[in-house]
């Protein structure tokens, strides 16, 4: 049965790696773990904004950049209400929930401990 707030065949959390270079971890996964290449969306300056594969049935997020030590993507029937529990549990908001027109309605907090958790639900079909 299709979860209806997340893409088919996606799990419920997946790691996201901030890395320098997104092709270069793309190529490795394909390499080593026989990876499936799912969305890669490039920058318009150059290099790959968000990237996604497929590992088992894990999907791993990719995007460049220096960012925090840990950073997860938890895909949620209502990403607003968990929001709200992490912003009152004192987490910092750093993007307020919003439809990000690439189909997913999403936003951002910061624990207290430093590790960023992106809160999402899927819009469109």
């Given at each position: 049965m299709r979860m209806a707030?997340?893409?088919?065949g996606y799990p419920d959390l997946s790691p996201y790696l901030l890395v320098r270079?997104?092709?270069a971890v793309?190529?490795?996964?394909?390499r080593v773990f026989d990876a499936t290449r799912l969305r890669?969306?490039?920058?318009?300056?150059g290099g790959i904004m968000h990237a996604e594969c497929r590992i088992g049935d894990s999907v791993v997020m990719i995007g460049e950049a220096e960012g925090p030590p840990a950073m997860l993507h938890l895909y949620l029937?209502?990403?607003?209400?968990?929001f709200d529990r992490a912003v009152a549990a004192g987490a910092e908001v750093i993007q307020?929930?919003?439809?990000?027109?690439?189909?997913?309605?999403?936003?951002?907090?910061?624990?207290?401990?430093?590790?960023?958790?992106?809160?999402?639900?899927?819009?469109?079909?």
């Open positions: 707030w997340k893409p088919q270079d997104a092709e793309l190529t490795f996964c394909e890669v969306i490039p920058r318009d300056s029937d209502d990403p607003d209400a968990a307020p929930m919003m439809e990000k027109g690439d189909g997913d309605r999403r936003g951002g907090v910061r624990a207290p401990d430093g590790t960023q958790w992106f809160l999402a639900r899927q819009m469109d079909d």
